[in-house]
């Protein structure tokens, strides 16, 4: 089990867009995704984009578990695409292991079709909509250079996650006994 350092904002990497991968099915990518999923395991994330370790190539990590919402199967790409289906955009608050302890709304297509290649070089082909397109939709923005708040259609929202929980806890009436 390899725990890879997050590299945070203001890492050149992070700015830049990085490199197809020339063979998805080479062992030194193989090691890099389990290495990346031990990383992501170890986090509260639900995604990993390879820059996001420091490493310029196109390959992402997704794995929302059921307890925390709308599930994401444990899914590995390589070269990740994805194609907005439709009109349909949601807004709501996006965090990233890259910019720790912030979130703020971003608007997202609702609904994607996305694909890529899988560690065994086969294509994978996916719909999805609400949470798993923003998912693939984030991490996807990784790979071409971007951080979800060059995404914010209102930077007004940007907020420290701790400062939002104290205000929801606040706002709720104590009626749980002690
Ligand atoms: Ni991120």
Do not use: K
């Not at 193989?30 to 986090?43: N, P």
């Not at 370790?53 to 929302?64: E, F, I, P, S």
């Not at 929202?157 to 606040?170: D, F, G, I, N, W």
Request: glycine fraction near 8%; proline fraction near 7%; charge should be negative.
């Amino acid at each position: 089990m390899t725990v890879l350092t997050i590299v945070h904002m203001g890492h050149p990497v992070l700015a830049r867009p990085a490199r197809p991968v020339a063979d998805p099915t080479a062992p030194e990518i193989a090691r890099l995704a389990a290495d990346m999923v031990d990383t992501l395991a170890a986090t509260t994330g639900v995604g990993l984009a390879a820059p996001q370790v420091g490493v310029d190539l196109r390959l992402v990590v997704l794995n929302a578990p059921a307890a925390r919402g709308e599930a994401v199967p444990l899914t590995i790409l390589i070269n990740p695409w994805l194609e907005v289906l439709g009109r349909e955009c949601e807004s709501a608050y996006e965090g990233c292991l890259s910019l720790p302890g912030l979130t703020g709304v971003v608007p997202r297509a609702w609904r994607i079709r996305y694909g890529g290649v899988g560690l065994d070089g086969a294509a994978v082909v996916r719909e999805a909509q609400g949470f798993h397109a923003r998912l693939v939709q984030h991490e996807c923005d990784h790979l071409d250079g971007r951080l979800y708040v060059s995404r914010m259609a209102d930077l007004s929202t940007l907020a420290y996650s701790q400062q939002l929980l104290r205000l929801q806890a606040e706002a709720q009436p104590q009626d749980r006994p002690a």
